[in-house]
């Protein structure tokens, strides 16, 4: 089954304007991590963030977690068309093992 | 720096035909490994991982399996394919349990 669940499903919007996507999850984590996909493609990682932190930046990515919630929020300012892809959240359950468990993904439309 | 390898990049085969898909990593010792299934607009189920030559571990029963011959060698298997095996097989590697690496993937389809 999918741990982390991300909404919105799909989010469409212009270039210039931010972009907010939200992950929910179950379980205790060690960490959640954020991953996009082209079409077609393999995942590439965007960024890590630990249980004990709440809030962390790279570049143009902000990304949010609260624990007592169990949820995440990845945040892309200033959009542009190469943004366009599908995010997906993942988490490790806890384990220390170095699975992971996806969300089934928010499908971002960046139009020029 | 590493490299991760999958092929065939896509394939198409027949209900009952055997099925052999490879995933190598270049650049890393003792990689975990892990087989992804990525069935159309849906996200990623763990079908297996490994910490180790020999050493694998199947998240869900299926029709598949991996053996992993080598180091940084990973391969994921089927004796006879069903049509619900298609989709798009990603494999990933790291280094421990922060970010992984994945592959081009491999697009299946079973007809």
């Known amino acids: 089954s999918q741990q982390g669940e991300e909404d919105p499903q799909a989010l469409s919007i212009q270039e210039g304007e931010n972009a907010t996507m939200n992950c929910s999850y179950k379980?205790?984590?060690?960490?959640l991590q954020w991953y996009r996909q082209n079409s077609g493609r393999g995942l590439v990682h965007l960024i890590l963030i630990r249980s004990n932190e709440r809030e962390k930046h790279s570049g143009r990515l902000r990304v949010t977690l609260d624990t007592s919630k169990k949820s995440s929020s990845l945040l892309i300012t200033a959009s542009r068309a190469a943004d366009t892809a599908s995010y997906f959240c993942?988490?490790?359950?806890?384990?220390?093992?170095?699975?992971?468990?996806f969300g089934r993904g928010t499908q971002l439309t960046v139009w020029p | 720096s590493q490299t991760i390898h999958q092929w065939p990049a896509t394939l198409v085969q027949p209900v009952g035909s055997p099925l052999s898909l490879e995933c190598t990593v270049e650049?890393?010792?003792?990689?975990?490994l892990y087989w992804y299934r990525q069935a159309a607009g849906r996200g990623l189920q763990l079908l297996f991982y490994?910490?180790?030559?020999?050493?694998i571990s199947s998240e869900v029963p299926q029709n598949l399996s991996a053996s992993r011959p080598q180091d940084r060698q990973f391969i994921l298997s089927s004796k006879k394919l069903l049509l619900s095996d298609s989709g798009f097989y990603l494999c990933?590697?790291?280094?421990?349990?922060?970010?992984?690496?994945f592959g081009p993937g491999t697009r299946l389809t079973v007809l």
């Open positions: 650049g890393t010792s003792n990689p975990n």
């Open positions: 990933a590697w790291s280094g421990g349990y922060n970010e992984q690496f």
């Open positions: 490994s910490v180790g030559i020999g050493q």
């Open positions: 993942a988490t490790d359950r806890g384990s220390t093992l170095g699975r992971l468990y």
């Open positions: 379980t205790s984590i060690n960490n």
